[in-house]
């Protein structure tokens, strides 16, 4: 199971553009990139998931760089209610996968 | 939007004493977890289920927690014989299939005195 790093927190400003990278350095063929955001008090929520170059909805973008060996997460323009922490999960369909939360990155957004 | 239901959202209870939490997945989902978070602390795996029996568990799901999915719509976890470190916000997910996307219900907050 490849393990995740990230930043424990970020701080940003309104309007600010925001990017999180992920590592994981030892992330397998069939692996995918998965990210969640966590309000206090709620469930995780998902975000985006992505498994090479550039993934983007309505809500992020995913960069994944060729040897796939980090991720970044990138929210462009984020709001207060951005505040969250955002978990970073890597993992395969095939054999035994469990989603595994690591501490995640708690990202405050000040006015 | 289909989502995840999960009942009570928060129940106190006495320690020693047996709770089940319940959850209703999403209809055409055949991967169900649980999860719990103890407050100010990182989600934690439980259990998944699939196919009508778990699939995998981890060091906390020990003898005291069950689960069940006893009527095709709901999908129930017990703890026989709760301890006070048992209190946190369990959660429920449900996905289509491994390594797809986790739909996670509200939550339900246990509280043991």
């Known amino acids: 199971l490849a393990k995740t790093t990230q930043p424990i927190s970020m701080d940003s400003y309104e309007g600010q553009e925001v990017n999180i990278t992920c590592s994981h350095n030892?992330?397998?063929?069939?692996?995918?990139i998965t990210w969640y955001q966590q309000f206090p008090s709620q469930g995780p929520r998902f975000i985006i998931q992505?498994?090479?170059t550039k993934v983007t909805n309505e809500v992020a973008s995913l960069f994944i760089p060729a040897d796939r060996k980090s991720s970044t997460l990138s929210l462009p323009r984020v709001s207060l209610s951005d505040t969250a922490v955002y978990y970073c999960?890597?993992?395969?369909?095939?054999?035994?996968?469990?989603?595994?939360f690591g501490r995640g990155t708690s990202l405050i957004v000040h006015p | 939007e289909p989502e995840v239901t999960q009942t009570p959202s928060h129940q106190v209870t006495q320690m020693g004493q047996e709770v089940i939490l319940r959850c209703v997945p999403i209809?055409?989902?055949?991967?169900f977890y649980w999860y719990r978070q103890i407050l100010g602390q990182k989600v934690e795996f439980l259990v998944s289920?699939?196919?009508?029996?778990?699939?995998?568990k981890s060091e906390i799901f020990d003898d005291q927690f069950s689960v069940e999915r006893p009527d095709g719509s709901n999908f129930t976890l017990k703890i026989r014989s709760t301890k006070l470190e048992d209190s946190a916000m369990y959660f429920c997910?449900?996905?289509?299939?491994?390594?797809?996307?986790?739909?996670f219900g509200e939550g339900s907050r246990l509280t043991v005195l």
């Open positions: 209809s055409n989902h055949l991967y």
């Open positions: 997910a449900s996905s289509e299939g491994q390594g797809r996307e986790l739909f």
């Open positions: 999960l890597v993992g395969d369909e095939k054999g035994s996968y469990i989603p595994t």
């Open positions: 992505g498994y090479k």
């Open positions: 289920f699939y196919n009508n029996e778990i699939s995998e």
């Open positions: 030892n992330i397998a063929t069939n692996d995918y």
